[in-house]
């Protein structure tokens, strides 16, 4: 799992790889169903089992978390 979401901030590096890889699924998910206008970020931390304050505490926004997750 190293090297998953290498854009992330360093406070996702330091989760667990098995949640790191919950959150990207979650992500990969909810924009590849959606599409980046209408992702929902409110479904994508639920079904990742983390808060949405988290999650932008992590990635900043929601462009940040999609660019991660393209490259």
Same mark, same amino acid.
């Given at each position: 799992?190293? @090297?998953?979401?290498?854009? @992330? ?9 098995? =949640? !790191? /890889? =919950?959150?990207? !699924?979650?992500?990969? /998910?909810?924009?590849?169903?959606? @599409? ?12 990742? +089992?983390?808060? =949405? +304050? ?5 990635? +900043?926004?929601? !462009? /940040? ?7």
């Amino acid at each position: 799992m190293s @090297g998953l979401f290498s854009a @992330g901030t360093k406070l996702f590096r330091n989760l667990s790889p098995d =949640k !790191q /890889h =919950k959150v990207f !699924q979650a992500a990969v /998910h909810e924009f590849a169903s959606k @599409g980046y206008r209408n992702a929902s970020m409110n479904s994508l931390v639920k079904a990742a +089992g983390i808060s =949405k +304050g988290s999650l932008f505490l992590y990635f +900043g926004s929601k !462009q /940040h978390l999609f660019n991660s997750v393209v490259e």
